[in-house]
């Protein structure tokens, strides 16, 4: 360009490279963020999140409280405790009432109702969301549970109906035991005894 210098035309150069690396940046992201997959793996956690919370709502509002409706349980399951060392606020013949009133008190406690809900809650979860795929493949006729057993040469876990390994490449239908026997019978020759130590 006329009427510039060196400098001014260099600056200018590296801002149309910059904006050049700007505008192929975006647009690598918006091709990333708007495909499909990325949609459906997008909508897929929002509606998994949204079915957590509803099971967990099941399991905590509904099934534990009749479960505390139990004689050896007297309360909510969150609030079964056990207090390992006292605060300086501890009544001896009450104890504590709750267990956010014993850890304000500084006590050092042992909350096993909360994980004792917590193992119900994933328990429910995973239970309904079986029950769930169960029901999708009586539906659509579509296999996503799929049962797995190990693969007898590398031990990995492969598909029950697959025919060869995905790990050691190994055929699951029993041809890699008959080519091994004909190796062996290739090594040791057409029948003949072959004797250690013997001159070929």
């Known amino acids: 360009m006329r ?10 150069r590296t801002g149309q490279k910059a904006q050049e690396q700007v505008r192929h940046a975006w647009d690598g992201f918006i091709n990333f963020a708007a495909r499909d997959n990325v949609l459906e793996v997008a909508l897929g956690l929002i509606i998994a999140n949204a079915f957590t919370k509803v099971v967990t709502s099941f399991v905590t509002d509904l099934v534990l409280p009749i479960v505390s409706l139990l004689p050896f349980l007297n309360r909510n399951m969150d609030q079964k405790f056990a207090v390992l060392s006292r605060g300086p606020n501890y009544a001896r013949e009450n104890g504590y009432n709750t267990l956010f009133q014993a850890r304000e008190d500084g006590a050092l ?13 994933f328990l429910g979860v995973s239970l309904t969301l079986y029950a769930v795929g169960h029901l999708y493949m009586v539906l659509f006729h579509q296999k996503v549970i799929k049962p797995t057993v190990r693969c007898p040469y590398c031990m990995q876990y492969i598909g029950e109906a697959v025919l060869r390994c995905r790990h050691c490449s190994s055929w699951q239908d029993g041809r890699e035991d008959g080519l091994e026997s004909d190796k062996r019978r290739e090594d040791v020759g057409d029948g003949e ?3 250690v130590g013997e001159n070929p």
């Open 3 to 12: 009427g510039l210098d060196e400098s001014t035309e260099m600056l200018l």
């Open 109 to 121: 406690v042992l909350a096993y109702g909360v994980f004792i809900e917590t193992v119900l809650n």
């Open 193 to 195: 005894p072959s004797f």
